[in-house]
């Protein structure tokens, strides 16, 4: 089992800037990918960004690339996202995500909102 708990959510002006934290615990395989998920109200959650843990490589979603920013520390156990020039469209429920082979983790996730 793997437990995420997320943090750094807020209320943000369009153009600021937030740092999410997802700080990670339990049976973490040495081979995984971690990412960061985001669903607005009435919408399917969808990628953001994701790093994998064997070469360190990251993937972004078009909307976010070149704001975002996803990185992991692995002494202190946390995954974040720093999130410049914060969009009105960026608003939503971010989610912390661990896929380690067949299995999907999830935390219970820090709420966005950008304010126009």
């Known amino acids: 089992q793997v437990q995420l708990v997320e943090s750094g959510g807020g209320l943000v002006q369009a153009g600021g800037s937030l740092r999410l934290s997802c700080v990670f615990s339990?049976?973490?395989?040495?081979?995984?990918?971690m990412a960061w998920y985001r669903q607005a109200p009435g919408k399917q959650r969808e990628l953001v960004a994701r790093?994998?843990?064997?070469?360190?490589?990251?993937n972004y979603a078009s909307p976010v690339k070149g704001r975002f920013t996803i990185s992991r520390d692995n002494v202190k156990n946390t995954l974040y996202l720093l999130m410049n020039s914060l969009k009105p469209e960026d608003d939503g429920v971010y989610y912390c995500?661990?896929?380690?082979?067949?299995?999907?983790?999830w935390g219970q996730g820090t709420q966005v909102t950008v304010s126009s």
């Open positions: 790093i994998y843990s064997s070469d360190g490589s990251t």
């Open positions: 995500n661990v896929r380690q082979g067949p299995s999907d983790y």
């Open positions: 339990g049976r973490l395989f040495a081979t995984n990918a």
